[in-house]
């Protein structure tokens, strides 16, 4: 008679037993620290603590719905029973409708052969890393920046990280470039800043892009390997006050085989769920991302591609939305921005940059050194936790964007909380600054 072994639970065993069974780079790979920190507000929020919360890059849907019009649209599309496969580089209607929108808004005369569609923007990233760097080459980019410090570890990337400072909005110069121009393969710049709020200067960004034609036409003379900019454009639609935002073929046409651009629903369009994203290119470099988006399997879902489609040549509902979008994050913004410049004027060691784009702004709490409860402040994180402990306000360190200096810069994030959210916490800040030694 057969026995019958069930039990109610399986025995996965002790972790040890798998260190030798995982690839270098899974082993290599860490998970994100904003997740991290997001973890951790999560719990203080569950437990009924009282936290301002300026973590997350994401809007509150309570606050910044998507557009109604997009919605509509995705119902009335799942309705028509669009949920079959789209093709692997996007719904023909959406390549063309995102060309006419990048070429309005950008000033750059695009074609549906120019666009490829992805499950968002991280996709793109993804497939232009590996579409173009081979293991050991050269990936340049600034820091603070998004992300880049994750993707040039799934590439086996050879990393050059730009310092940059913050009398250039945290951006990069050309000058900054110029020691690696001749043997890199990719510069990555995100204008409006993802973590900055910061916006790239028109000549800055007009000296980067013909410095890459000028040192391509270098290379055309030996045939060999181009160098390529990738352009982080998700935060286009925020930027505020006398900022402008534009796009580097704008400036430099003939900078034109060598750009890759990107941009997506999740920031203009507050779709950071709905996930669609979209690149600009060569027809060449869309031919080799194409495959690539393709296996990942990482194509934007069909109903909200044809949605997306029919709402942005919706030119009105666009910009009222985007409209209101800017009101509503700068609003915030100014009174984040203004809560701190008044701490600083009446003495206390802070500093923050002017809205300039993007739903961030950069604070600098100058408190490394300081004593607290008996405590030394001797790093960023323990500035963060100390003010997440005492006063409730949650943010992120530029750590967390890949700078090294321990000299008390935090992103701020203001699209899950209200005007009135973040005036109630100033007063917490202060006391917490007037117990300080």
């Avoid at 580089?89 to 695009?110: H, I, K, Q, T």
């Avoid at 923007?121 to 880049?148: D, H």
């Avoid at 984040?336 to 206390?348: P, R, S, V």
Wanted: proline share 7%; charged share 20%; aromatic share 8%.
């Amino acid at each position: 008679m057969a026995t019958n072994t069930r039990t109610n639970e399986l025995s996965f065993g002790e972790p040890e037993q798998f260190a030798s069974s995982f690839s270098s780079l899974s082993k290599g790979l860490k998970g994100s620290r904003i997740l991290q920190i997001a973890g951790q507000v999560r719990e203080l929020i569950a437990a009924g603590e009282t936290v301002y919360n300026l973590t997350v890059g994401d809007f509150d849907p309570s606050m910044f719905p998507i557009p109604a019009g997009y919605k509509d649209r995705i119902k009335a599309a799942l309705d028509d029973g669009q949920t079959t496969y789209p093709p692997a580089d996007g719904m023909p209607e959406l390549r063309a409708a995102v060309a006419e929108y990048a070429s309005r808004v950008w000033n750059v005369p695009f074609q549906p052969v120019n666009a490829i569609i992805g499950g968002g923007a991280r996709p793109m990233i993804f497939a232009t890393y590996k579409a173009l760097i081979n293991p050991g080459e050269k990936v340049v980019y600034p820091v603070p920046s998004w992300n880049n410090h994750y993707y040039t570890t799934i590439a086996d990337a050879n990393v050059a990280q730009l310092e940059t400072v913050p009398e250039n909005g945290f951006m990069p110069t050309l000058d900054d470039l110029a020691p690696h121009m001749k043997d890199a393969r990719l510069l990555v710049l995100n204008t409006p800043s993802n973590p900055t709020g910061t916006v790239i200067d028109p000549e800055m960004l007009r000296a980067i892009t013909q410095g890459i034609v000028d040192e391509n036409l270098r290379r055309a003379e030996k045939d060999q390997p181009r160098l390529f900019l990738l352009m982080d454009m998700v935060y286009h639609a925020l930027v505020f006050g006398d900022h402008r935002h534009v796009h580097p073929l704008e400036l430099v046409p003939a900078a034109a085989p060598w750009v890759i651009s990107l941009d997506a629903v999740s920031k203009g369009f507050c779709g950071t769920g709905v996930r669609v994203g979209w690149g600009l290119a060569a027809p060449a470099v869309i031919a080799k991302l194409k495959p690539l988006i393709s296996h990942m399997g990482a194509w934007a879902p069909r109903a909200e591609q044809v949605a997306l489609a029919g709402f942005l040549r919706d030119r009105e509902a666009v910009e009222s939305f985007q409209d209101h979008l800017v009101a509503g994050v700068g609003e915030r913004l100014d009174t984040l921005y203004k809560g701190f410049a008044d701490m600083k004027a009446d003495g206390y060691p802070v500093e923050c940059i002017a809205p300039e784009g993007a739903v961030f702004l950069s604070l600098r709490l100058n408190w490394i050194g300081k004593n607290m409860d008996g405590k030394a402040m001797e790093s960023n994180e323990d500035i963060r936790t100390l003010l997440l402990e005492k006063s409730g306000m949650a943010v992120v360190p530029f750590q967390a964007f890949g700078r090294a200096a321990e000299d008390g810069w935090f992103r701020m994030s203001v699209g899950a909380v209200t005007s009135d959210n973040i005036r109630g916490m100033f007063p917490k800040v202060r006391a917490l600054m007037d117990g300080m030694r």
